[in-house]
Structures are given as C-alpha cells and as structure tokens.
C-alpha cells in the first residue's frame, strides 16, 4: 500500500519544447502544470498546462509542489502517516544500537514508499541548467590528475584508499568508490531495473555537434557519466554488511589467494613489448537500418537499430539505451585497464530528426568498431552476448549474469596472466610516468585540433563562402554596368564577366559543403581519440595508487602488519598491473597510427581534388577572356 499522497502540481524549472507527434507538452520556465500521471516511466511525467493541454514532460524539468503546503520533503505523508513514522522512530532507537538503527529505518521507510523522495538526488548533468553542468577543473579530467600525481598518499590508518582523479569528488567511505575510481564509473543497476528494463530513457541532453557547440559537447563529454556516479553518492546506504562492499585496491593487493576466473586475460611480449594476444579471426560489426517504435499505446517512441556481425551475419535489435548499458558495464569491468569511451550523448528534443539520427548511428558504428578491434573487449563474454543473443529470455539472462560479475574494477587484473618476468618498481614506475606524460601531451594536441578545426568548419560554413558570392556578385554588376554603355565591340567581354561572377557563386557553395567531405571524418576521429585519453588520468591514477601503497608496505613489514612474501605479492601484482597498461599502450598506439594515417590522408585527398575542381572551374572562366 502506499501511504504517501499524491502531488498534484509541479513547477517548470527549465524550458521544454514537445516533440511533433511524440505526445509532448511544451513548458516554459516558472509554468506551474497540473501533474495528471506522476509515473510514465522512463523519466517522464504526464501534465496539464493552464490552457487545458495535456502531454508528457521529462521529470528533471519540473520540481513537485506539495499539495498541502508542507515541506517537499515530508513525502506528502498525512498527519496520521507521519505520527506513524515519528513512532516507529522512536521504537526503533530504543530497540537497536545506532548503526543498526539507521539501515533498519531505512528498510521500512522505503517499504511504505518514501524512501525515493527521501534519497532523491539533485537533476544530474544531464539537467539542462548550465549551473548544474558546472564541475571542478574546467572538465577536463587531467586537472585532477595532475594535482595529486605528486602522490601524498594518506597513510594514518594504514590502508585507507585515497580517490584518484575525478573519484576524489565521491564519497570514499567504503571501497565501492576505491574499486571505480574510474571517471564514468557507472554505480550499479538501480533498484527495479528489470521491471524498466524497456523504458526510454534518453536523458534531457545537449548532442550538440563538435562544430557547432564544442564546449558543450566537451562539458557534456566529460560528465556524461558522472551523472550516474554523482546520483548515487547521494543516495541512502541500503547496505547492511558494509564488509562485503565491492574490493578496492588493497583487497586486490593483499588477497592471500585471488580467484581462478574462467575467463583469462593473456600478456604476452612482442616485438614492441608486452601486448594483448589477438584472435586468430577478427570481426566488425554493421550498424544499420534505424527504425522507429513505440510503445505504451502510442504514448513513447524510440529508435532501434539493427547490428549484424560480420562473423555471424546474424543480425539482432538493440535501442540506445541497451548500448548505454552495454558501456556501463564495460565500464565496470574493464574501466580499470583498458579505456572506455563514451557513447553518443543522450538528448530529449530532435531524437526522431532524420539529421541526429544519422549522426547517432553513424558514431555507434564508430564506437561498435572501436569495440571490435579490441582483443579483450572483442572477446569476452559480456560484448559476445550482447550481439549473439536468440531471444529475450537469454538477453535478460545474459544481463543479471554480467551485472553480478564480481570480477570487476581493479580485481580484473586477476584474470590477467603476463608471461614475462617480474618487474621491479622503478621500472613499474618509469612505465607509468611515460605513459602518462604522453597522454596528457596527446590530450592536449587533439584538443587543440578540435579548436582549430572547429573555428575552419565556421570559417568555411560562413565567412568564407561569403567572401566569394561577394566577388562573383561585384563582378556581374559590372558587366551590367559595361552592358549599358550600348557599345556593340564588349558583348563577348560582357559575357565572360558575368560567368566568372557566377564561377565564383559556385565555388562559394563548394566551400561550404566541403568540410562534410572532409574535414568532418579528421573531427570525428579527434572527437573519439578525446574521449580515449579522457579516461587515462584515472587509469593511471590506479597505477599510482598502487606503486604508493607498495611504497608503504615497508613500514607494515616493520610493523607486522603484513610478511615479506605479501610484500612480494604486492610488487608481482602491481608488475601485473604494469604489463596489463602496456599491453594497452601498444594497442592504443597501432590504432593511432593506422587511424591518423588513414584520416590525414582522406583529409588531403579530398583537399586535393577540392582545389583542383576549384582551379578547373577558374580555368574554364579564364578560356572566356581572348589574349589581347
């Protein structure tokens, strides 16, 4: 039974414009609607505006008015609900000790259902608000990184994790938070996951593209997945045995014996040092075919794309939202070692335009690739099952078996087997030190090709084009001019004029479409290989976590805290660690070199026959004019 009353009104916190046929109510900021169906699902509400029109609006946009005056955060219970709750306080307290009685309290409030008001956490980045979009350090996830490199690691209680990078914004009272350190480390499912499995939820974002907007592009880049993160620090502990938190750093660490999982990770060393083992056969997988749906009578639509790879040529169905989780719990796994990057943003608004989803499906191609050319990602169960399912009942299998995957976080590196001797920390050290250096410099240049490219795709699209139909326009007046003189010896001069003025009106609107030719695939390419190294200042801050806490066990050996032979585990299994980024290092450079190679060259390619059908257009206007 539910004991809390229902809000019967809402107040518009942020402009909504609805969507043509997708049953949408538009709201503008300060509205007050009246809320006909609190629960759509999928982040969506149902209201009715003063006018008398009814239509559903994202949650995040509309904060809930009490309907008796009474503070928002009393759940709206009546005065008998909340003598009720006052009771059951007080018993409780007088029952069990402090810290049972939290976690008890807490039980029963979210029986009677108030425990979703109560934890409800402020509109994440996802919100429209340009306040809440705000983080420290600019969004750029290397400010945080290159504050603590020089690694005052606090050692009071021994072994008390330190957050490294952006996970130093979150809470790190258990080791949850120490095992996805990971700048979009997704917290779990939520509660009820199952039961909105098949809800839309696109969240209220700005997809803006890289040359339109990149400072949003880059703001919403970077705390994409932090909105998760962020919600869920914000959240009432639901945990009752804070011991079986999911293993941090030093668990992995100081494990006496780590699991045998089934799925092992092998390092061997090549000719450019320790790499991933490659499958004998690689695939890709083929992103197409978009089409629309819906659901709930009508009431919600959403795209769904076909993916068929090309080693099975069998095709199965997935939305946005199933790549969402996809990452999510890639992230999860993997997000210690290897690089995630993040899909394309959600957004509300202009989800069914024929534009965004071209541009969609064409970056979740980009991003399936990327998957693909992975050796580890490629082959391991998770990403195996998301595209060789054969039916609902093993795609939701599939999904409850991933999510209570415990080989995840830093304890991935218990699947991984180098065969290579053992490193010693300096040399562990050194490997770090350069990793990191040589990201941070890359970060730094593929910014700054955005920039510039940014600023060309403007300058092409505006100005320049412009700048020539401002030519070609001059120079046809003038032949207008001559043309009224009436003197019969400048007809064919005339003529030559007014069609090197409409030569050069052509070349204005080559100019313009160019850059789509072009220079659109080098952005693309630069958008992802930013959104790889946004995520090495956490993987490298685990890295140096690690060397930290190796660093310390002296002072435990001396103290008894732990023995010389858990001392050499540490050093083995931080040497694992190592290999395990080296192993992606020497991925992460092949991918580049074969990437930029093949961009730059597309992007001189088609530079060159740019300026060639240009010079061959002014050619042709020069055959006008005779040799005098």
Known sequence: MNLYSFPGSARVMYDFAAEPGNNELTVNEGEI??????????????GRNSKGERGLVPTDYVEILPSDGKDPFSCGNSVADQAFLDSLSASTAQANSSAANSNNQVDILAQIGCIESLSQSPPSSSSPSPTINKVSSGNDPWSAWSASKSGNWDSTDGWGAKPEGAAAQRNTSNNWDTAFGHPQAYQGPATGDDDEWDEDWDDPK??????????????????????????SSMKLPLNKFPGFAKPGMEQYLLAKQLAKPKEKIPIIVGDYGPMWVYPTSTFDCVVADPRKGSKMYGLKSYIEYQLTPTNTNRSVNHRYKHFDWLYERLLVKFGSAIPIPSLPDKQVTGRFEEEFIKMRMERLQAWMTRMCRHPVISESELFQQFLNFRDEKEWKSGKRKAERDELVGVMIFCTMEPEAPDLDLIEIEQKCDAVGKFTKAMDDGVKELLTVGQEHWKRCTGPLPKEYQKIGKALQSLATVFSSSGYQGETDLNAAITEAGKTYEEIAGLVAEQPKKDLHFLMECNHEYKGFLGCFPDIIGAHKGAIEKVKESDKLVATSKITPQDKQNMVKRVGTMSYALQAEMNHFHSNRIYDYNSVIRLYLE???????????????????????
């Not at 609607?33 to 149902?46: F, M």
């Not at 803006?208 to 993160?229: I, L, T, V, W």
């Not at 061959?616 to 005098?628: I, N, S």
């Open 33 to 46: 609607i009246t809320i006909t169906n609190p629960d759509v699902g999928g982040g969506w509400l149902e």
């Open 206 to 231: 700005s997809a803006a593209p890289y040359f339109k907007d990149s400072e949003a592009a880059e703001a919403g880049g970077a705390q994409r997945g932090n909105s998760r993160a962020g919600s």
């Open 606 to 628: 088609q530079q060159v026959q740019f300026y060639e059908t240009i010079a061959e257009k002014l050619r042709q206007a020069l055959g006008r004019f005779p040799v005098m």
